[in-house]
């Protein structure tokens, strides 16, 4: 039998989530040796704060079965056979931070839910991280009940219960729990098995029009470059369908706010791409799977400190309209989670605001026209999205947007 080719670009996007501190950085390091809390805050505080993205490989000794990222099986020592390469989007367990937890949930194809086996099950954000999942639909799930180390069998054990119990009725009820310790690196070979079964590659389809989301914006340029040497402005993020290639002509919605006169509108940027990467390599097209960085001709003051973070990129003419306004049919929850008081979650009133996501777009909205379970909203920042796209919906209760639903855009 032919052995696979060894990929340049990952497959498939996987999330980490779960509560702050559980791990996921940790356990992010472990599976592919990158530390994803790289913005200088993160090191500050010890905690994610934007998206962070490593990929690796997973293999296997042909020999004794074991489940790697070594080129070379850490017990038997033969070559292993490359299976797959997956990206996994670290994504920040604060609950201050929940937007842009749920805008790396639009980029993920299956998720890792990060649980401490050293705390009780579940805590707040265990529990709106898990309902975020089931709102955005994502169906491909792996608990993993880390810090085995810090406990004893018993609270293992008893932790594992809460576990179950925790995940019963819910999108997660018969997902695998895999006992690890990230710090360790300990049945990490276990974890890669379960992710080659459990998370598989989505069909893709290759000939669909090319369309991404851009979760990260960069200027690459070091302060006092010369103007000669500048290099266009970089986006981040992930192709939810087709082909983009070196050399494409492109545009971005929503763009660029642009004042003429007394008018004031939102215009779209076009430009080119003059460079593909996954991870370190550079590629010549890129297809759905992991997270791309595509150099573009922009200028670099239009995509620094993530300026166009929540765009949508596509050809030029084949993009959702720009959307100011938008009318969603609303699907609340019964209670709000990530909460201890888990207070029942009121209807949806004539001017409140909320807070909505949308692809790896986060904008606030003020409802002016609520009725029954439709409503009009007036956006703060617009949108570039088709109808039936999903919005997830965050409500201000108390001194924290909370998630409360999620709706389907209508018009």
Known sequence: MAKKKQAKQAEVNIGMVGHVDHGKTSLTKALTGVWTDRHSEELRRGISIRLGYADCEIRKCPQCGTYTTKPRCPNCLAETEFLRK?????????????ATMLSGASLMDGAILVIAANEPCPQPQTKEHLMALEILGIDKIIIVQNKID????????????????????????????IPISAHHEANIDVLLKAIQDFIPTPKRDPNATPRMYVARSFDINKPGTKIKDLKGGVLGGAI???????????????????TEGNKTFWKPLTTKIVSLAAGNTIIRKAHPGGLIGVGTTLDPYLTKSDALTGSVVGLP?????????????????DRVVGTKEELKIEPLRTGEVLMLNIGTATTAGVITSARGDIADIKLKLPICAEIGDRVAISRRIGSRWRLIGYGTIEG
């Open 150 to 177: 810090l406990v004893d069998e018993k609270q293992a054990e008893e932790n594992y219960e809460q576990i179950k119990e925790f995940v019963k009725g819910t999108i997660a009820e018969n997902a695998p729990i």
């Open 240 to 258: 939810i369908q087709g082909v983009f290639k070196v050399g494409d002509e492109i545009e971005i919605r929503p763009g660029i706010k642009v």
């Open 317 to 333: 003419g084949t993009l959702p309209p720009i959307r100011e306004k938008i009318t969603i049919k609303a699907n609340l929850l």
């Open 86 to 98: 997956v990206s996994f989007v670290d994504s920040p367990g604060h609950e201050t931070l929940m």
